[in-house]
């Protein structure tokens, strides 16, 4: 049974370009977050999808960000031109449905450094 | 709105010693649930160990341990004979549902390290 799979582990783009991060919950898991780990900090969270569904993105930047989960396929963070403050970790978590007992299960996340 | 702190961003333990991390939260809700989370070096976020608000007796995880005090919003994660592998970031989460959606709001995280 696989855990969250994230892709990819390390990330580098330039400024200006634009960064996808993609997220493959656990299985029978149709909820997906996102959260933001800047570096000696907490996880701060960007936005909470369903399949097809944004449910709540209040944590996520007005611009430049985007999140989508389809009904077939992982779940895409979008960063459009990054800047040097968009480097962090960002790490999709996974729960299922109707659980509310049910921690989040955590990818290895993604490492995006801006340069 | 909801708040979680962690109040000691560093603390260090002798092996085999016991090391309490403190957290404490703010809500109005009265079902929630709390949860402990490592994370040692190789990022990962690990589960360590979950409360229920409406339970009163503490959970229990082999060597962890948290002190649940409702009316005083806080609830401490106990470690009992330290190991090496114990050295991580630890962090505080709460979690409630709310018209259909789940929150969870994290702490900002403990340094722990386990000196041999």
């Known amino acids: 049974n696989a855990g969250v799979m994230q892709n990819p582990r390390h990330l580098v783009r330039r400024r200006g370009q634009e960064a996808r991060l993609r997220c493959s919950p656990m299985k029978g898991h149709s909820h997906v977050y996102w959260y933001r780990q800047l570096p000696e900090e907490g996880l701060k969270f960007m936005v909470y999808?369903?399949?097809?569904?944004?449910?709540?993105e209040s944590g996520m930047p007005k611009e430049r960000f985007s999140a989508e989960f389809p009904k077939e396929g992982p779940s895409i963070l979008r960063i459009q031109q990054v800047v040097r403050g968009d480097s962090a970790a960002y790490f999709c978590a996974s729960s299922p449905l109707d659980r509310m007992d049910s921690p989040l299960h955590f990818g290895n996340g993604t490492r995006l450094t801006v340069t | 709105a909801q708040t979680v702190t962690q109040s000691q961003p560093e603390m260090s333990v002798q092996e085999a010693e016991t090391v309490t991390l403190s957290c404490t939260y703010d809500t109005s809700e009265n079902n929630y649930y709390l949860f402990w989370y490592k994370q040692p070096p190789s990022r990962q976020m690990i589960l360590v160990i979950r409360?229920?608000?409406?339970?009163?007796q503490n959970a229990t995880e082999n060597r962890f341990s948290v002190n649940f005090q409702k009316a005083a919003k806080s609830f401490s994660l106990k470690i009992s004979d330290s190991q090496l592998g114990d050295t991580a970031m630890y962090f505080c989460a709460f979690m409630k549902r709310a018209s259909g959606t789940y929150k969870y709001i994290f702490g900002t995280g403990t340094r722990l390290k386990v000196l041999a």
């Open positions: 409360q229920e608000a409406y339970k009163q």
């Open positions: 999808l369903q399949k097809e569904n944004i449910i709540d």
